[in-house]
């Protein structure tokens, strides 16, 4: 969990990096969009794990695991899920591309 705390915690400030520099606005939603899905993914991992190490009582009402389980869901659903936001950033990487293939044959001459 740790590990996925400290790269979250260095995407998000890579992220507010690219947001100081005027000079690399461009990139900025990229960056924005690639930190939040990071972090999406391990608030969701890191809350699962708390309840799996609370064990059965993590998941009751008198304990926080079960608060931040739902905090994660709901954010997700708030903000956009991980796999939403991977595809988003694919599709501006790559979407000029892709576009293509679905209209026309390529073919190799």
């Given at each position: 969990?740790?590990?996925?705390?400290?790269?979250?915690?260095?995407?998000?400030?890579?992220?507010?990096?690219?947001?100081?520099?005027?000079?690399?606005a461009?990139?900025?939603?990229?960056e924005a969009?690639?930190?939040?899905?990071l972090?999406?993914?391990t608030?969701?991992?890191?809350?699962?794990?708390?309840?799996?190490?609370?064990?059965?009582?993590?998941?009751?009402?008198?304990?926080?695991?079960?608060?931040?389980?739902?905090?994660?869901?709901?954010g997700?659903?708030?903000?956009?899920s991980?796999?939403a936001?991977r595809?988003?950033?694919?599709?501006?990487?790559?979407?000029?591309?892709?576009?293509?293939?679905?209209?026309?044959?390529?073919?190799?001459?």
């Amino acid at each position: 969990m740790m590990v996925n705390i400290e790269a979250t915690r260095s995407a998000i400030y890579g992220a507010a990096c690219v947001a100081a520099n005027p000079a690399l606005a461009a990139d900025f939603l990229l960056e924005a969009a690639a930190a939040k899905a990071l972090a999406s993914d391990t608030f969701f991992h890191c809350a699962g794990e708390a309840i799996q190490l609370h064990g059965g009582v993590g998941f009751t009402w008198e304990y926080d695991p079960q608060l931040y389980f739902k905090r994660a869901q709901a954010g997700a659903h708030w903000l956009g899920s991980a796999d939403a936001l991977r595809e988003r950033i694919a599709d501006s990487l790559l979407g000029p591309a892709m576009r293509m293939i679905g209209k026309r044959p390529i073919h190799a001459n």
